[in-house]
């Protein structure tokens, strides 16, 4: 298996420091708002990700944080005239209800900043005794000159970092470069006892150091975020972290691509901005998960209701197929084997270049286009039709686009027995009524030779 790794900025063959083992962190939300769509695209993306090392074998540790302190969480719970824990308290849950609606995985762990004050003071405190940091009368900062390596992720040299980089001008600060890594306490924000006993709160980039060496180790696996964290927050971290450990920080370094709208970065300043819940009231799930992964991870995807409309089309395709497969298959078998084994293996291979979706998702297409014409055929044994339903969970596992609601799929199959029930007595009324209830459930029939079909509009 190859994959991109940012730091050396080609593909590499993914080999994890533990063998079956993965460790992996990817920058998670400050949740002083609800979620975007920027922040369910790098979730998918990075849940499929883990589920694909996981279809591999891999016992994956997955660790996200929540950033439940900072700059923006200030600001709006000011606005609000509610402390940051009661924004907190507000704002994650709604990124929990709006992940398990894309049906992303929970984390294995979630550390938040304000439980992870202690371990940020105490790296801190570490690279102040080390000399790459330094004290200033607002805060303690780390002192970019002196990790040499600064700039191997982002792949540019200090100097134009200095030209470049968006650096607020602080006269305090040795070098306009250097990034906060405690800031002293002001009036009416939040503030614990930090390094050299300071009254204050921690900088961002901090957070992630701390909590990724505390829960994978000072060295691990994958480090995931999206491209616009690569400078300056992964880049800083690196820095902190290998100058405190004298090691190296994360060996795989992995980054999702932007949204975009009309070929434009979304963002609330050109007005193009959308949240999970916007695109959620006006397409199903499982539509939305479709489209965010079905584009690969490291391109940007360009977002517009026709491409929408296309993944739900898409989609449609592959429902209605395992609606099929659960009509009785009669044929004499034989000819299904060669086309699992084929789609498993381009499947694989795909997966395996970089998770190569496209093509990964061209494979199943080709599966359900073959066995479509040998179910048509006559050519499916039910033995058969059950290898094929085992082989979609497979695929499955990792994009988890096919699942359907098990509460409506039982309140359906009972609807549908009581319809034909009905029809058998001739009571027609009945069975159209039934039909009509179904279709306010947004379920479509198709009475068949081999029994009633159902399938779930998206």
Same mark, same amino acid.
């Given at each position: 298996?190859?994959?991109?790794?940012?730091?050396s900025?080609k593909?590499? +063959?993914?080999?994890? !420091? =533990? %063998? &079956? /083992?993965?460790?992996m962190?990817?920058? @998670?939300?400050?949740?002083y708002d609800?979620?975007?769509?920027?922040?369910?695209?790098?979730a998918?993306?990075?849940?499929?990700?883990?589920?694909?090392?996981q279809?591999?074998g891999?016992?994956?540790?997955?660790?996200s944080?929540?950033?439940?302190v900072?700059?923006?969480?200030?600001?709006?719970?000011?606005?609000e005239?509610?402390?940051?824990?009661?924004?907190?308290?507000k704002?994650?849950?709604?990124?929990?209800?709006?992940?398990?609606?894309?049906?992303?995985?929970?984390?294995?762990?979630?550390?938040?900043?304000?439980?992870?004050?202690?371990r940020?003071?105490?790296? +801190?405190?570490l690279? !102040? =005794? %080390? &000399? /790459?940091?330094?004290?200033?009368?607002? @805060?303690?900062?780390?002192?970019?000159?002196?990790?040499?390596?600064y700039g191997?992720?982002?792949?540019?040299?200090?100097d134009?970092?200095?030209?470049?980089?968006r650096?607020?001008?602080d006269?305090?600060?040795?070098?306009?470069?250097?990034?906060?890594?405690?800031?002293?306490?002001?009036?009416?924000?939040p503030?614990?006892?930090?390094?050299l006993?300071m009254?204050?709160?921690p900088?961002?980039h901090?957070?992630?150091?701390?909590?990724?060496?505390?829960?994978?180790?000072?060295?691990?696996?994958?480090?995931?975020?999206?491209?616009?964290l690569?400078?300056?927050?992964h880049?800083?971290?690196?820095a902190?972290?290998?100058?405190?450990?004298?090691?190296?920080?994360?060996?795989?370094?992995?980054?999702?691509?932007?949204?975009?709208?009309n070929?434009?970065?979304?963002?609330?300043s050109?007005?193009?901005?959308?949240?999970?819940?916007?695109?959620?009231?006006?397409?199903?799930?499982?539509?939305?998960?479709?489209?965010?992964?079905s584009?690969?991870?490291?391109?940007?995807?360009d977002?517009?209701?026709?491409?929408?409309e296309?993944?739900?089309?898409?989609l449609?395709?592959?429902?209605?197929f395992?609606?099929?497969?659960?009509q009785?298959?009669?044929?004499?078998?034989?000819?299904?084997?060669?086309?699992?084994?084929?789609a498993?293996?381009?499947?694989?291979?795909?997966?395996?270049?970089?998770?190569?979706?496209?093509?990964?998702?061209?494979?199943?297409?080709?599966?359900?286009?073959?066995?479509?014409r040998?179910?048509?055929?006559?050519?499916?044994?039910?033995?058969?039709?059950?290898?094929?339903?085992?082989?979609?969970?497979?695929?499955?596992?990792v994009l988890?686009?096919?699942?359907?609601?098990?509460?409506l799929?039982?309140?359906?199959?009972?609807?549908?027995e009581?319809?034909?029930?009905?029809?058998?007595?001739?009571?027609?009324?009945?069975?159209?009524?039934?039909?009509?209830?179904?279709?306010k459930?947004?379920?479509?029939?198709?009475d068949?030779?081999?029994?009633?079909?159902?399938?779930?509009a998206?």
């Amino acid at each position: 298996m190859k994959i991109y790794n940012t730091l050396s900025q080609k593909k590499e +063959t993914f080999v994890s !420091l =533990k %063998k &079956g /083992a993965v460790g992996m962190y990817v920058c @998670g939300p400050t949740v002083y708002d609800v979620g975007h769509l920027g922040h369910a695209r790098a979730a998918v993306s990075f849940d499929v990700i883990r589920r694909y090392l996981q279809y591999k074998g891999f016992k994956v540790t997955f660790v996200s944080n929540v950033t439940d302190v900072d700059d923006k969480m200030i600001k709006r719970a000011a606005q609000e005239n509610i402390t940051e824990a009661e924004l907190a308290a507000k704002i994650i849950p709604e990124y929990i209800k709006d992940y398990g609606a894309l049906r992303v995985l929970s984390p294995d762990h979630q550390p938040r900043a304000t439980e992870y004050i202690p371990r940020m003071t105490a790296l +801190t405190e570490l690279l !102040l =005794k %080390k &000399g /790459a940091a330094y004290a200033t009368e607002d @805060g303690i900062y780390f002192e970019v000159s002196k990790f040499k390596e600064y700039g191997k992720l982002s792949h540019k040299h200090l100097d134009e970092l200095q030209a470049g980089a968006r650096i607020t001008v602080d006269e305090k600060k040795k070098n306009p470069e250097d990034f906060a890594l405690w800031k002293k306490e002001k009036p009416g924000e939040p503030a614990w006892k930090g390094p050299l006993g300071m009254q204050g709160r921690p900088g961002w980039h901090i957070e992630c150091s701390a909590m990724s060496m505390d829960l994978l180790g000072e060295t691990f696996d994958i480090h995931g975020g999206g491209i616009d964290l690569q400078f300056p927050h992964h880049e800083n971290e690196i820095a902190q972290s290998e100058m405190a450990t004298g090691k190296p920080f994360a060996k795989y370094w992995l980054h999702n691509g932007h949204i975009q709208v009309n070929r434009e970065k979304m963002s609330k300043s050109l007005g193009n901005f959308f949240t999970i819940k916007d695109i959620l009231a006006k397409y199903h799930p499982a539509v939305v998960r479709y489209f965010l992964l079905s584009t690969h991870y490291r391109m940007p995807i360009d977002f517009s209701d026709s491409l929408l409309e296309q993944a739900k089309k898409s989609l449609q395709r592959l429902h209605d197929f395992m609606r099929r497969l659960e009509q009785k298959a009669d044929g004499k078998g034989g000819f299904v084997v060669p086309v699992l084994h084929k789609a498993e293996k381009t499947f694989v291979s795909a997966m395996d270049d970089d998770f190569e979706i496209a093509k990964a998702l061209a494979a199943i297409f080709e599966l359900v286009n073959e066995i479509n014409r040998l179910l048509d055929e006559k050519k499916v044994s039910q033995r058969e039709v059950d290898d094929v339903r085992n082989q979609i969970g497979r695929f499955n596992s990792v994009l988890d686009v096919f699942s359907i609601d098990d509460e409506l799929t039982s309140e359906v199959e009972k609807l549908i027995e009581e319809r034909n029930e009905a029809r058998q007595k001739k009571d027609f009324k009945r069975s159209d009524e039934i039909r009509k209830q179904l279709e306010k459930l947004g379920v479509i029939l198709e009475d068949t030779e081999g029994g009633t079909l159902w399938k779930k509009a998206l």
